[in-house]
């Protein structure tokens, strides 16, 4: 767990949307982060390991509570 990865998680919500905006730029491991914060994992099973289908998911997810990013 890199110090930097660790610092945003501890930014708490507010770094949701900062989050969501970088995996529309960069498919990447934000997921663990993202459920740390947010205390959900909105992933369904069947998507799990499939990173574009586990980032429309959260996508998904935080539309439908008015994230916006």
Same mark, same amino acid.
């Given at each position: 767990?890199?110090?930097?990865?660790? *610092?945003?998680?501890?930014m708490?919500? !507010? +770094?949701?949307?900062?989050i969501?905006?970088?995996?529309t730029? @960069?498919v @990447?491991h934000?997921?663990?982060?993202?459920?740390?914060?947010?205390?959900?994992?909105?992933?369904?099973? +069947?998507? !799990?390991?499939?990173?574009? *289908?586990?980032? *429309? +998911?959260?996508? *998904?997810?935080a539309?439908?509570?008015g994230?916006?990013?």
């Amino acid at each position: 767990m890199h110090p930097a990865y660790q *610092q945003i998680i501890g930014m708490g919500k !507010k +770094a949701t949307p900062l989050i969501l905006a970088e995996l529309t730029r @960069d498919v @990447d491991h934000w997921f663990w982060a993202l459920n740390a914060i947010e205390g959900v994992d909105p992933v369904p099973a +069947a998507s !799990k390991g499939r990173l574009k *289908q586990m980032v *429309q +998911a959260w996508f *998904q997810w935080a539309r439908e509570r008015g994230y916006e990013w």
